[in-house]
T-cell receptor
Framework: DTGVSQNPRHKITKRGQNVTFRCDPISEHNRLYWYRQTLGQGPEFLTYFQNEAQLEKSRLLSDRFSAERPKGSFSTLEIQRTEQGDSAMYLC????????????FGSGTQLSVL | KQEVTQIPAALSVPEGENLVLNCSFTDSAIYNLQWFRQDPGKGLTSLLLIQSSQREQTSGRLNASLDKSSGRSTLYIAASQPGDSATYLC??????????????FGTGTQLKVEL
């Protein structure tokens, strides 16, 4: 068990470009979450998967954002036509399945849009 | 809509001091409450999780309490050390219609423990 892994750790892109982040959850965890954190703020929920099904999306997740978890294992978060306001830390978390369980977070992907 | 507030926003204490961080939330219908630690530029490390039916949890020098009816939690750190310096985040767990464990976070307390 190596914990939740996120790649890349840092991404610098120009406004208008597309970016994709990857999250590998803890292997036996069937629940996966994406959060976004801006400087000085707590993380905000973006979306949630149970296995391969995306069960909830926040209103923060505009049409430019899409997330997938094709085989119920790793997940990707894509942002199209990036804007400077997308600059943030994107955090992935996983849990085993009970609603009262701890979430285990990855180290995040820091996105900077120039 | 759930709102979580943490006080103080920042705290600086000398090594060895006992300290209390505060968290309040507006909607008492929660599954649980978690305290996390975050080091600069890093992800979150879960410290303690208190189920809604529990009053407190302890781990080493850390003790977290929960008063769900009043919407409050405290994190007590005993005999603080420089290595405790970090941002401490409180998060409450709400309900998804599809199951899951949706966390609403506070903005954190930035702690600095000085030698």
């Amino acid at each position: 068990d190596t914990g939740v892994s996120q790649n890349p750790r840092h991404k610098i892109t120009k406004r208008g470009q597309n970016v994709t982040f990857r999250c590998d959850p803890i292997s036996e965890h069937n629940r996966l979450y994406w959060y976004r954190q801006t400087l000085g703020q707590g993380p905000e929920f973006l979306t949630y998967f149970q296995n391969e099904a995306q069960l909830e999306k926040s209103r923060l997740l505009s049409d430019r954002f899409s997330a997938e978890r094709p085989k119920g294992s790793f997940s990707t978060l894509e942002i199209q036509r990036t804007e400077q306001g997308d600059s943030a830390m994107y955090l992935c978390a996983s849990s085993q399945g009970a609603s009262n369980e701890k979430l285990f977070f990855g180290s995040g992907t820091q996105l900077s849009v120039l | 809509k759930q709102e979580v507030t943490q006080i103080p926003a920042a705290l600086s204490v000398p090594e060895g001091e006992n300290l209390v961080l505060n968290c309040s939330f507006t909607d008492s219908a929660i599954y649980n409450l978690q305290w996390f630690r975050q080091d600069p530029g890093k992800g979150l490390t879960s410290l303690l999780l208190i189920q809604s039916s529990q009053r407190e949890q302890t781990s080493g020098r850390l003790n977290a309490s929960l008063d769900k009816s009043s919407g409050r939690s405290t994190l007590y750190i005993a005999a603080s050390q420089p290595g405790d310096s970090a941002t401490y985040l409180c998060a409450v767990s709400g309900f998804f219609t599809g199951g899951g464990n949706k966390l609403t976070f506070g903005t954190g307390t930035q702690l600095k423990v000085e030698l």
